[in-house]
């Protein structure tokens, strides 16, 4: 089984940075992802790291540290857009049933304000 | 891209009727495809995997005979609440295996309200 933990709000000011953390323990580790879920929405793909270390994209960047069972997401000039719930989901070794399973954390809902 | 259409949007079904969601993908084939349930201000819930042509593994405490799963063909996947109650309203969500953003592509998610 995954116990992963991320916070469950932050708030966040309009061209601003902030920093969006998440704890994982797992069996066995096979990737983490990070999706954007707008209310009433499906997620949407952020990004993915399955070795340690630092992903950028664009205004989006996420780190790995696989020893720490540790990650986050880094968004860089907050646009209002950007309120949204943010999901580190893990990908656990093959199960057996076929592909691959993604664990949902609980979510972080970001508020960007003027 | 891969694209994955999910029908309904949204339903609104009385108590103890039926509601079938079908999850089809347009531009690939989907050997797997992952179901589920989201409750408001939670977050997305494991139901069930399914492979094409196989009975679906069901998370523990997912009823099987409430919420049948099948995918006959390598571009379908529905999933029927059977006999619904108020307590199934939720957001239901398909996502297909395929080789695109690193294995995942989400529908848009079908809104559940029993009555």
């Known amino acids: 089984g995954q116990n992963i933990d991320q916070p469950t709000e932050m708030t966040a000011t309009e061209g601003a940075i902030v920093q969006i953390n998440c704890t994982y323990q797992?069996?066995?580790?096979?990737?983490l992802f990070w999706y954007q879920q707008h209310a009433g929405e499906a997620p949407t793909f952020l990004s993915y790291?399955?070795?340690?270390g630092l992903e950028e994209k664009g205004r989006f960047s996420s780190f790995l540290s696989r020893s720490k069972g540790y990650s986050y997401l880094l968004l860089k000039e907050l646009q209002m857009k950007d309120s949204a719930s943010y999901l580190c989901?893990?990908?656990?070794?093959?199960?057996?049933?076929?592909?691959?399973?993604?664990?949902f954390g609980k979510g972080t809902k970001l508020s960007v304000i003027p | 891209g891969a694209v994955v259409s999910q029908h309904p949007s949204r339903v609104i079904c009385k108590s103890g009727t039926s509601v079938k969601i079908e999850c089809r993908s347009l531009?690939?084939?989907?050997?797997?495809m992952f179901w589920y349930r989201q409750f408001p201000k939670q977050s997305l819930m494991l139901m069930a995997t399914?492979?094409?042509?196989?009975?679906?593994?069901?998370e523990q405490g997912v009823e099987k005979d409430k919420f049948l799963i099948n995918h006959a063909s390598l571009t379908l996947s529905t999933l029927t609440v059977t006999s619904a109650h108020p307590e199934d309203s939720s957001f239901y969500i398909c996502?297909?295996?395929?080789?695109?953003?690193?294995?995942?592509?989400f529908g848009s998610g079908t809104r559940l309200t029993v009555v």
């Open positions: 989901a893990v990908r656990e070794a093959y199960s057996g049933a076929g592909s691959y399973q993604l664990t």
């Open positions: 399914s492979n094409e042509g196989s009975k679906a593994t069901y």
């Open positions: 996502s297909a295996s395929n080789t695109f953003n690193y294995g995942y592509t």
């Open positions: 797992t069996s066995g580790f096979n990737g």
């Open positions: 531009d690939f084939q989907a050997t797997t």
């Open positions: 790291n399955v070795l340690d």
